[in-house]
């Protein structure tokens, strides 16, 4: 779960969402967003699936994760200066550094690509984000965020998905398959 759990609430909200992903996978990571007050991060960590500045292995693949974002106009409860990011993210990527998958979730998209765009055409991504996938190309970045920009986008060979928010239906799909990392934007189907 990349991010914005609630919308400046705490634990009681973010439980019910990790409860709901818990129905389709049992085995999930998570990260607090923008939106998302210090106790749901506080929560994630107790529960052993914070992604923030954190990672986890999984068969051959290094997850990492960096939550919150960039500084907004909108004063959301959970923003970094880009250093600080930066700091998340190589913290998270010193433990799987050697692995040879990386799949990296920022909240924050990299900035200047599709899925940090708002409708006005303003890009407003993290450069944090952008630079250190320009240096060390993770196979996948998974990102949130943007709740208008869902789709994806490709710095180099890293391909960067925005499945958009939840409560529209979208997830995105990782597999490994033949030693690579594929991914698929996909929807929840409601009955």
């Given at each position: 779960i990349t991010g914005d759990l609630t919308n400046r609430g705490g634990k009681e909200q973010a439980k019910k969402i990790t409860d709901y992903a818990r129905q389709y996978n049992p085995n999930i990571y998570a990260q607090a967003g923008n939106f998302d007050c210090k106790e749901v991060e506080d929560y994630l960590i107790e529960q052993k699936i914070s992604l923030h500045g954190n990672a986890f292995i999984r068969e051959d693949i290094g997850i990492f994760g960096v939550g919150g974002s960039n500084i907004t106009p909108l004063?959301?409860?959970?923003?970094?200066?880009?250093?600080?990011?930066?700091?998340?993210?190589?913290?998270?990527?010193?433990?799987?550094?050697?692995?040879?998958?990386?799949?990296?979730?920022?909240?924050?998209?990299?900035?200047?690509?599709?899925?940090?765009?708002?409708?006005?055409?303003?890009?407003?991504?993290?450069?944090?984000?952008?630079?250190?996938?320009?240096?060390?190309?993770?196979?996948?970045?998974?990102?949130?965020?943007?709740?208008?920009?869902?789709?994806?986008?490709?710095?180099?060979?890293?391909?960067?998905?925005?499945?958009?928010?939840?409560?529209?239906?979208?997830?995105?799909?990782?597999?490994?398959?033949?030693?690579a990392l594929k991914v698929v934007l996909k929807q929840i189907a409601w009955f």
């Open positions: 004063n959301t409860p959970n923003e970094y200066e880009e250093n600080k990011i930066e700091s998340f993210i190589l913290q998270g990527y010193q433990q799987i550094k050697d692995l040879p998958l990386k799949l990296f979730v920022s909240h924050a998209p990299p900035f200047n690509t599709k899925v940090d765009m708002l409708t006005s055409g303003l890009h407003v991504g993290s450069t944090a984000v952008r630079e250190f996938i320009e240096k060390y190309q993770p196979e996948v970045c998974l990102t949130g965020h943007i709740h208008e920009a869902k789709g994806e986008d490709y710095i180099g060979r890293t391909v960067i998905i925005n499945p958009g928010m939840l409560k529209d239906r979208g997830y995105g799909e990782i597999v490994k398959e033949k030693g």
